[in-house]
């Protein structure tokens, strides 16, 4: 069954670092793009980044780029969050979630609706 796992999540202060792990099983990660979402408190749930099948193409929200750097390892089925130069409005749950990569751009990739399943979250708080 398929299944994604994040973790690396915890308690940082500003201008701090984590990385966030999205660990998958029961599917063959090749065949996925996979993304990152957030959901800050009281907001609804958005996109920061994603990877193509391959890792050869990315893309990020705008509010991240140039802090955040995203991964993946097939190898080990795991894709990565590298998070840098964090800030307090980064505050949020965070998802990692797949969807099938049948080549090409990564058109709208932060379209909740294209993927097909979903991680169960890890916890990302920032201090000022």
């Known amino acids: 069954q398929l299944q994604l796992v994040e973790s690396g999540g915890g308690l940082v202060q500003l201008g701090g670092s984590l990385r966030l792990s999205c660990a998958t099983s029961?599917?063959?990660?090749?065949?996925?793009?996979i993304g990152w979402f957030l959901q800050a408190p009281g907001k609804e749930r958005e996109g920061v980044s994603c990877?193509?099948?391959?890792?050869?193409?990315?893309n990020y929200a705008d509010s991240v780029k140039g802090r955040f750097t995203i991964s993946r390892d097939n190898a080990k089925n795991t894709v990565y969050l590298q998070m840098n130069s964090l800030k307090p409005e980064d505050t949020a749950v965070y998802y990692c979630a797949a969807k099938v990569d049948i080549g090409g751009p990564l058109t709208q990739w932060w379209s909740q609706s294209q993927y097909i399943r979903w991680g169960q979250g890890t916890q990302v708080t920032v201090s000022s």
């Open positions: 029961g599917f063959t990660l090749g065949y996925n793009a």
């Open positions: 990877i193509s099948r391959s890792g050869d193409k990315t």
